[in-house]
Antibody
Framework: QVQLQESGPGLVKPSETLSLTCTVSGDSISGYYWSWIRQPPRKGLEWIGNIYSSGGSNYKSSLKSRVTISVDTSRNQFSLKLSSVTAADTAVYYC??????????????WGKGTLVTVSS | DIQMTQSPSSLSASVGDRVTITCRASQSISNYLNWYQQKPGKAPNLLIYAVFSLQSGVPSRFSGSGSGTDFTLSISSLQPEDFATYYCQQSYSSPYTFGQGTKLEI
């Protein structure tokens, strides 16, 4: 069973960079897409971007100038960096695996999520 | 970006009821439509993919239908554990947008 665990600071100051890492266990990170999805308090889900295990990434256009997703296959980890954060970036951040089921690109495994608050 | 609109935003129902949730895409997404269930304080779980295919372990009371721009999730006989928030998601093109969610309440 694949398990994902987010780690990183729960509090980030405005204008600074949010950095999170996701550690994957139970399977190799190779051969899959790995995603970050966030959920502001009491709101819906927002897909931020993903990366393939070999390094090709894809981001939501409105966040593209501030987001970097990277992968470290030797550690079975992938990471999110979001720069110049504001209060609007306060959310629960989920790391997740995306894969194809009947040609549909689904999120089939999720981390438990970590709340990141942007505040001075 | 493709916009996904769910209706209703919230729905009150009782155990044993049949309920239907609708999801509309701002453009045709063929059959690239998935549904997720989220319970409070938990990560979402994949319920249905490619419109109507049930994820392993999902009870058969859940079903999906639709094509193009209009899709539905139905629950044939609500059980206590089904009270949750449901999200549709399009996987036709990046960014893989979600609907705003439908909260199913007792």
């Amino acid at each position: 069973q694949v398990q994902l665990q987010e780690s990183g600071p729960g509090l980030v100051k405005p204008s600074e960079t949010l950095s999170l890492t996701c550690t994957v266990s139970g399977d190799s990170i190779s051969g899959y897409y790995w995603s970050w999805i966030r959920q502001p308090p009491r709101k819906g889900l927002e897909w931020i971007g993903n990366i393939y295990s070999s390094g090709g990434s894809n981001y939501k256009s409105s966040l593209k100038s501030r987001v970097t997703i990277s992968v470290d296959t030797s550690r079975n980890q992938f990471s999110l960096k979001l720069s110049s954060v504001t209060a609007a970036d306060t959310a629960v951040y989920y790391c997740a695996r995306q894969t194809y089921r009947s040609s549909s690109f689904v999120v089939d495994f999720w981390g438990k999520g970590t709340l990141v608050t942007v505040s001075s | 970006d493709i916009q996904m609109t769910q209706s209703p935003s919230s729905l009150s129902a009782s155990v044993g009821d049949r309920v239907t949730i609708t999801c509309r895409a701002s453009q045709s997404i063929s059959n690239y439509l998935n549904w997720y269930q989220q319970k409070p304080g938990k990560a979402p779980n994949l319920l249905i993919y490619a419109v109507f295919s049930l994820q392993s372990g999902v009870p058969s009371r859940f079903s999906g239908s639709g094509s193009g721009t209009d899709f539905t999730l139905s629950i044939s006989s609500l059980q206590p554990e089904d009270f949750a928030t449901y999200y549709c998601q399009q996987s036709y093109s990046s960014p893989y947008t979600f609907g705003q969610g439908t909260k199913l309440e007792i």
